[in-house]
């Protein structure tokens, strides 16, 4: 087994003062096979640590050809390039280390929810995105004054901790609409399509296919063949007693305007305009029309099969399915 957890080269740029603003990894990769992670050892320490050009020309050789040919164009480069190198998944310590796991995410070599980010608001600098490049938030304003003297103009997209996913990784197979609102760090799944109003947090995403028009929030992963209406929300916090992660399944849809603060199972649909939270009271109705009884949402988390719709006459949130996709979660019943 590696000891090695996660490696990547690539290209910093940084502030007048030398803080890093981002790092570009091309080709970042996660526990590397037992031979490769030994000759890292060797040549770099642990940690972040810049690298000369020619050092890397002189590792190519011991690369597998893919990974080779993906990295040999930072050959070329007349800046210092910047090596981190992770023997575990341990907390954040430094931007180039915070750039490397969000591109693992986009790179979907790791999944949302499987490494480990503490840390990582301490580690990113909030930074202006210009149509120039990355500037540090505070030097901004000198910036825009040099471009008008010069009779440029610079173009600030955003002004943010996290920037776009697009401008850093292209995962094959996805449609974005608007990439101002998908974050390095996302995970898009292949056949995954983000419209115009869709959102997508880091450390979130989707399996694919799946079509996006809502937001997914930090940590919210959507299975196979699972839709967000326009304007519908994924929680994006810890539900049910802060135990467990929002998360849906396969072939569930989230309703226009709607949303959910709990889990969900397979084939559950939530109708337009209804949000569930984990305290929100629902009556639970049978495949009968029968009554069973009235709980709260969090005691549904994770059930499959439920279709949550709000009653037109009495208001009441109702869930609708057989008995055996409702089979309470007893523990959390027996705590209320």
């Known amino acids: 087994m590696s000891n090695v957890y996660a490696w990547g080269t690539g290209i910093a740029r940084r502030a007048a003062s030398g803080a890093i603003l981002d790092v570009f990894f091309p080709c970042?990769?996660?526990?590397?096979a037992p031979e490769l992670a030994a000759e890292l050892l060797q040549r770099f320490p642990r940690?972040?640590?810049?690298?000369?050009?020619?050092?890397?020309?002189?590792?190519?050789?011991?690369?597998?050809?893919?990974?080779?040919?993906?990295?040999?164009?930072?050959?070329d480069s007349r800046t210092t390039l910047l090596t981190v190198l992770l023997t575990e998944d341990g907390p954040i310590t430094d931007t180039a280390e915070a750039y490397l796991k969000l591109h693992l995410l986009s790179h979907r070599l790791t999944p949302p929810n499987s490494q480990n980010l503490d840390g990582i608001f301490a580690a990113l600098p909030t930074v202006a995105w210009t149509s120039e490049g990355p500037v540090l938030a505070e030097e901004l304003s000198g910036c825009l004054l040099r471009a008008r003297l010069e009779g440029?103009?610079?173009?600030?997209?955003?002004?943010?901790?996290?920037?776009?996913?697009?401008?850093?990784v292209v995962p094959p197979g996805v449609r974005i609409a608007d990439a101002s609102r998908v974050r390095l760090g996302a995970y898009l799944g292949d056949?995954?399509?983000?419209?115009?109003?869709g959102q997508v947090n880091f450390n979130s995403g989707t399996l694919g296919p799946n079509m996006v028009e809502g937001r997914i929030s930090q940590g919210v992963i959507l299975g196979a063949d699972t839709d967000l209406g326009g304007g519908a929300s994924t929680m994006g916090t810890l539900s049910?007693?802060?135990?467990?992660?929002?998360?849906?399944?396969r072939n569930c849809l989230i309703g226009a305007n709607a949303g959910t603060g709990i889990p969900l199972?397979?084939?559950?649909?939530?109708?337009?305009?209804?949000y569930?939270?984990?305290?929100?009271?629902?009556?639970?109705?049978?495949?009968?029309?029968?009554?069973?009884?009235?709980?709260?949402?969090?005691?549904?988390?994770?059930?499959?099969?439920?279709?949550?719709?709000?009653?037109g006459r009495t208001g009441q949130v109702e869930c609708r399915t057989n008995r055996r996709a409702i089979a309470l979660n007893e523990a959390l019943h027996a705590n209320n």
């Open 28 to 32: 970042p990769v996660l526990r590397p």
């Open 265 to 274: 199972g397979d084939r559950c649909t939530i109708e337009a305009g209804l």
């Open 240 to 249: 049910g007693g802060g135990t467990i992660k929002v998360s849906l399944g």
């Open 191 to 197: 056949g995954t399509t983000v419209m115009h109003e």
């Open 152 to 168: 440029r103009h610079l173009d600030v997209h955003s002004v943010d901790k996290f920037p776009r996913m697009v401008n850093y």
């Open 276 to 311: 569930i939270t984990a305290s929100t009271p629902v009556t639970l109705i049978d495949e009968t029309g029968e009554v069973v009884r009235v709980v709260k949402a969090r005691e549904l988390a994770g059930g499959s099969d439920m279709l949550f719709v709000r009653n």
């Open 47 to 75: 940690g972040t640590s810049e690298t000369t050009a020619t050092a890397l020309q002189e590792l190519l050789a011991h690369l597998p050809e893919t990974l080779a040919t993906s990295l040999a164009p930072l050959t």
